[in-house]
């Protein structure tokens, strides 16, 4: 039997090509999702200007909750008590500590492209050192110490160490500007004036181009320890000997540049991807080898009937299929773990692109996740090859042959109940999402599509047969002879039209169903902030943050009746334990103005000053607190202060926040300094120019860099949608060609009865169009099941948030994968005469 699977290869040529294919990108993309575990597992980051110091001493980056379960990235710097540096100088075994401090800090450009004396620009460069993707401040921490210079080290390539009042800049930095020559650098987002001492060289890459003050000049405060051991030391032992407060860690190796650069915190988010990544890589490879190899099992009734009244047992042609399968399934799993790193690579690459994931973690993919792909891949292909051995196995001589003439499209009973459970858990999902809030929607109306697709596909021919009313039948009918045997045509041949449909349902229902969910509910996060807050301008500044000067002016400009301060941010309410938010954080919003629009219930925003805070009605209820109670809450630099509170503040439902003084909040900030400055002016044009870097924008700028917590939930989205796309050129492509190829003796008479080519050909093009449309539509309807009661949970109203463009793009992806696959397969299929056709050993 090998050797005859062997044989059959060559005359099934686009039915294995097909699942070659599908299991290449499947094997591949699995190898890819195994990566981002491992990396998500190992979380390392080679250090770049920390990279001289073998122990680094820093806050941890995460937040672990009081109740233990599972841990989130803090959305700020934890720095460490500067009591820590002497206590660490002081221990056996150190030679020297080291601190450093972040701060905002950028050359102030002059007017025109270039920067003063014809330097590029400003030191802040995006990538390290950031304060987070969505910070304003991001990439603008570029100010440190002259004696953190040690850490990496940098060395003075011209001038001297600074003095107070002094500079030392990194040589990428200095242009023709010499030692003695001032300088003018936004500190803090105030412009200052300094005197260049001198020019330094970093002695290996550091992406962000470093500015080094006195140490006197620097902030207080301290972001991390540079530890270097004293001759003789043993590096681990010295790490098991030091003494560290809670909430303290020391790294070593690679894991040192969690301390420069952030969000490099937690693994749970690449964990969630390449598990829900990989999981829908291996369902959607499951689902397309499995129709390809029925319809290949369907087409070869005749051959197997005939195999089997030839004296081959039911576990004889049951061998062979599978025997045939696993070949060209194991040489594409081979191939495809090949691409794997190339895939992995590239996958990752997009990520750090959109920020889900810092640039400089390093992708990890050693052998384990090439080998759970493998076998992954082989238990999915052996399984799925399993079930359609098992049908090919019970064929009878007799029926087949029968069934090869007029095919057999009742669905069976058994398969009927499945696609009804499957159907019925579909509308179950859809009609539970709007009652589940906006932060469980997504989870929890998510697999609709997946379900759907699966009913879909089960009952395939069911769907096509019930989708052919008169009113569609009529309208193809009218193209003339063409038109009637297209729609007999889909009626008798259900089954392996089906095939056809199964890709392009699932691919629609996916892609369509994923990218409107996460435009709708970015869209309605955001609708939710900016529709809270009243104001006409919007001030941000690429220099860190907004400078108390510049919101002292704004006070006094022309037209302005209301002026606050924006700071965001995320904590957590440990005191009373606030059991509702665990490892996802509240999100923080620091005012210091009236603009807030939620209405009061109890309290007065007014007394939003010093160490207070005003909190939903609804947490307030359930925590048991009141107006004047003390909350513990742990904000965003792991600092846990005794809040408060003042007022009960009502917010959209499903997007509240903790509402804090901006003073209070931007303290506990990376940056130290509001986020933005929101206006309620009638006058538009505003002076800005003693404040370098800053702009003014309208109320959309509310929305520029707001985290709504949805980084990862739209990669996935995108990432399921990029899968579905793929799958589906794979599926629908060889599908359709493998359907269209095995019909030669029906093209050869046809055309010996009378018909042209061109008729044969226009017949083919109304089959692929209905079909193409029926999938389009059964996608769509299926997508509904999960855009539409998200948007309700999400935005109160059945109507989803996305470009339309998409939608259009995606009906033209199809109809150009189907209709010229068609096309150019029938032209194939017709390349022989009709006689020769009819005596073909294939179709």
Not at 276 to 288: H, P, S, Y
Not at 632 to 645: E, I, N, Q, S, Y
Not at 670 to 693: A, E, F, M, R, V
Request: aromatic fraction near 4%.
């Amino acid at each position: 039997m090998l050797r005859l699977a062997v044989t059959t290869l060559r005359y099934r040529t686009a039915a294995f090509l097909a699942i070659f294919v599908a299991v290449l990108l499947g094997g591949a993309l699995l190898s890819a999702a195994g990566g981002l575990l491992e990396t998500g597992l190992r979380l390392n980051a080679p250090p770049q200007r920390l990279a001289a110091a073998p122990i680094v001493v820093t806050g941890d980056p995460a937040y672990h909750p009081p109740d233990g379960s599972g841990s989130a990235a803090l959305p700020e710097r934890h720095r460490v008590d500067p009591a820590l540096l002497t206590q660490l100088t002081h221990t056996p075994g150190v030679e020297k500590a080291v601190p450093d401090r972040s701060f905002p800090a950028a050359l102030t450009p002059a007017a025109g492209a270039g920067g003063p004396s014809g330097r590029p620009g400003t030191a802040s460069t995006s990538g390290a050192d950031g304060a987070g993707a969505t910070d304003p401040g991001a990439g603008v921490l570029a100010g440190h110490g002259w004696a953190s210079a040690a850490l990496t080290p940098y060395r003075l390539t011209d001038g001297h160490a600074p003095r107070s009042g002094q500079v030392v800049l990194d040589e990428r930095l200095v242009g023709s500007s010499k030692p003695g020559e001032q300088e003018t650098i936004t500190v803090a987002g105030q412009p200052r004036t300094y005197t260049l001492a001198g020019t330094a060289v970093a002695e290996h890459q550091v992406d962000v181009p470093t500015v080094f003050l006195s140490d006197a000049d620097v902030p207080a405060g301290i972001d991390a320890i540079g530890v270097f051991p004293a001759d003789g030391t043993s590096l681990r032992d010295l790490v098991k000997r030091l003494d560290l407060p809670a909430g303290v860690k020391a790294y070593t190796g690679d894991e040192r540049g969690v301390a420069e650069f952030s969000g490099i915190a937690t693994s749970l988010p690449l964990i969630i991807m390449s598990g829900v990544f990989g999981g829908m890589v291996a369902v959607v490879m499951a689902l397309v080898v499995s129709a390809t190899i029925g319809l290949s099992v369907r087409q070869r009734r005749r051959e197997l009937a005939l195999l089997r009244a030839s004296g081959a047992t039911p576990r004889q042609v049951g061998k062979m299929v599978i025997a045939e399968t696993m070949v060209v399934g194991v040489l594409g799993l081979v191939l495809g773990l090949l691409c794997g790193r190339i895939a992995g690579t590239w996958i990752f690459g997009m990520l750090a692109d959109g920020g889900i994931v810092p640039p400089q973690l390093r992708f990890d993919q050693g052998p384990l996740p090439f080998a759970g792909a493998a076998v992954l891949t082989f238990a999915v292909l052996r399984l799925t090859v399993g079930f359609a051995a098992a049908r090919a196995a019970r064929i009878r001589p007799i029926q087949a042959l029968a069934e090869a003439a007029v095919p057999n499209v009742a669905v069976g009973r058994v398969r009927l109940l499945v696609g009804l459970v499957f159907a019925g858990g579909t509308v179950a999902i859809a009609l539970s999402t709007p009652f589940m809030g906006p932060a469980n929607a997504a989870a929890i109306g998510g697999p609709a599509g997946l379900t759907g697709s699966i009913a879909v596909a089960v009952l395939a021919p069911l769907v096509i047969q019930r989708a052919l009313i008169p009113r569609i039948t009529r309208l193809v009918e009218k193209r003339g002879t063409s038109g009637t045997l297209a729609v007999i045509n889909l009626r008798v041949r259900a089954v392996q039209f089906g095939a056809i449909l199964v890709p392009i349902t699932i691919a629609t229902a996916i892609a369509i169903g994923n990218i409107y969910s996460q435009t709708t509910q970015q869209q309605a996060a955001v609708d939710a902030f900016t529709e809270n807050l009243d104001g006409d301008v919007v001030i941000t500044s690429t220099t860190g943050g907004i400078p108390a000067s510049l919101t002292t002016a704004a006070r006094t400009m022309p037209g302005v009746t209301k002026v606050s301060e924006l700071v965001r941010s995320k904590g957590w309410i440990e005191a009373p334990y606030d059991k509702s938010h665990t490892s996802d954080a509240w999100p923080l919003l620091g005012l210091s103005g009236p603009v807030y629009k939620g209405k009061v219930k109890k309290g007065s925003l007014d007394d939003l000053t010093g160490n207070t805070i005003a909190i939903p009605p609804g947490t307030a209820k359930k925590l048991k607190v009141d107006v004047g109670s003390e909350l513990g809450v742990r904000l965003g630099d792991a600092a846990l202060v005794k809040l408060k509170v003042v007022a009960l503040a009502e917010g959209p439902s499903g997007y509240e926040s903790l509402l804090l003084p901006a003073q209070l909040l931007a303290a506990h900030t990376t940056t130290g300094l509001p986020n933005q400055l929101l206006l309620k002016t009638s006058n538009k044009k505003l002076d800005l120019s003693q404040w370098p870097g800053t702009s003014i924008s309208g109320r959309s700028g509310l929305a520029d860099g707001l985290d709504t917590g949805l980084g990862v939930d739209a990669w996935i989205g995108y990432l399921l949608a990029a899968i579905a796309v793929a799958y589906t050129a794979i599926a629908s492509i060889n599908t359709i060609a493998v359907a269209v190829l095995d019909r030669r003796r029906e093209f050869g008479l046809q055309r010996l009865t009378g018909s042209t080519r061109r008729e044969v050909s226009r017949m083919l093009g109304l089959e692929g169009l209905l079909i193409a449309a029926l999938g389009l539509v059964a996608g769509l309807v299926t997508a509904a099941f999960t855009v539409f009661p998200i948007a309700v949970a999400t935005r109160g109203w059945p109507i989803p948030s996305g470009p339309a463009w998409i939608l259009l793009a995606w009906v033209a992806v199809v109809l150009l994968l189907v209709l010229p696959t068609t096309a150019i397969t029938g032209r194939i299929a017709m390349r022989t005469k009709p006689m020769d056709a009819l005596s073909s050993p294939v179709g």
